[in-house]
């Protein structure tokens, strides 16, 4: 259902995306010096033997004893070739089930992206991501940009996508850079029409919704428009319920509404904002269809009407008898927009590549500034893990040779 609507609404992007030369040319992705490994490779090596490391953690866990976290950084960082990436990945599902398995360092995860960027292992971040709660990775804004921007350079929207969901679930959209990608990487992946489930229509709508509440632009309120109505569509289609399940949304009825109220917020402001006309073309079809449907429904013309009828409580079909009212101040919302030339001929996809075009160069920056931070205190912390694990063992042989050789006084006694 919301393949079509789709597919009517954004068939004008996939034009600019053969004619317009900025996206041969890809000069909104990020920059060279962002995505290089220089800084990253320069850090104090720390070699292992990575069959010693999996044999010691191996007798460790045999032993039901908890594996370091320091010992699992090593084993990430020194991965060498493909093969041992898939290693690496056992490794780190055994530490997430482990007793130490909150203290999974952030550099680790950050090593573990990089190592599969570098191994040809994508697949892998996305799957370990998308599966966090079992691996633990959790990475920063930085990371997701890297793993974003290599989707976005092989036009891989879908998964690019994917990668923005994960970071709508962990509600992170803290840095401006991470904002503007996701946002291109939406609206570009709307423009190659999927076919999306009522699964997907929700996690999208939530990443849109989530994300453009960071950008106090067109963008931005085009994408919460958007997000919105396909939002309120699920409300419609399977009731409130659906939506918030697995989401980080407000536990309020009434998406379709809100989506209005973004409308309305556009026609009161006296800043240069502006909705895009695909976006409001969008949300007529939705409305439009949704009304369609309600109608079949009250006729209770086919089972499957029927079976979504049963899934609808009463204050949802009391969200549903709203519709009539939503479409009129829809419909005299966007005479409003029309008569003060707030409606942007451009489609989303244009006016989100304009965007990463125009700011990305400029937000890159404080970005490289602080991961240059970051690994000098990262650098710190994990020579502090080294000194402290060293310390222990040494202290644990001394306890050893003590007991040795009390042992041995006992026996001599003896």
């Known amino acids: 259902m919301a393949a079509s609507v789709l597919r009517r609404c954004l068939s004008a992007a996939i034009k600019v995306k053969h004619s317009s030369p900025s996206f041969s040319a890809r000069r909104w992705l990020l920059s060279s010096a962002y995505s290089d490994t220089s800084l990253w490779e320069a850090r104090e090596k720390d070699p292992q033997n990575l069959a010693l490391l999996a044999n010691n953690m191996d007798r460790i866990y045999e032993r039901n004893l908890p594996v370091s976290s320091l010992t699992v950084s090593q084993f990430v960082d020194n991965i060498s070739c493909r093969e041992e990436v898939d ?214 013309e086919s089972a499957v009407g029927q079976e979504s009828k049963e899934e609808i409580d009463e204050d949802d079909q009391a969200e549903r008898e709203k519709l009539s009212e939503y479409e009129s101040k829809f419909k005299v919302t966007v005479s409003q927009l029309e008569a003060q030339g707030k409606v942007d001929a451009s489609d989303f996809r244009t006016l989100a590549t304009s965007l990463a075009q125009q700011q990305l160069p400029s937000v890159e920056r404080p970005d490289l500034d602080h991961y240059a931070t970051l690994l000098e205190a990262w650098e710190v912390e994990r020579k502090q893990l080294i000194q402290r694990e060293q310390e222990a063992r040494r202290k644990a042989e001394e306890e050893k040779q003590q007991r040795l050789a009390a042992k041995a006084a006992l026996q001599q006694q003896a």
Not at 95 to 106: E, G, I, K
Not at 117 to 141: M, S
Not at 232 to 255: N, Q, S, T
Request: aromatic letters at 10%; charged letters at 20%; glycine letters at 6%.
């Open 87 to 300: 290693q690496a990945e056992y490794y780190l599902y055994k530490f997430r089930h482990s007793p130490n398995c909150w203290y999974l360092r952030d550099w680790t995860i950050h090593s573990w992206i990089r190592q599969c960027l570098k191994y040809g292992a994508r697949e892998k971040a996305l799957h370990t991501l998308k599966n966090k709660v079992q691996y633990g990775i959790f990475p920063d804004n930085f990371t997701c940009n890297l793993l974003i921007n290599s989707y976005l350079k092989d036009e891989d929207f879908e998964s690019a996508s994917f990668v923005v969901e994960e970071v709508m679930l962990q509600e992170a959209f803290d840095l401006p850079s991470t904002q503007i990608l996701s946002l291109y990487t939406l609206a570009s992946y709307l423009a190659t029409r999927p076919k999306l489930t009522v699964s997907q229509q929700r996690a999208l709508g939530a990443s849109l919704l989530i994300c453009g509440l960071k950008q106090d632009n067109s963008v931005g309120l085009t994408a919460m428009l958007l997000g919105n109505a396909l939002l309120g569509k699920v409300e419609m289609d399977k009731g409130i319920h659906a939506v918030f399940k697995g989401m980080p949304l407000f536990w309020e009825r009434g998406y379709i509404s809100r989506a209005l109220a973004v409308m309305e917020s556009v026609v009161t402001s006296r800043a240069d904002i502006k909705l895009s006309k695909d976006s409001l073309a969008f949300l007529g079809d939705v409305l439009h269809r949704l009304s369609s449907t309600t109608s079949d429904l009250s006729g209770e």
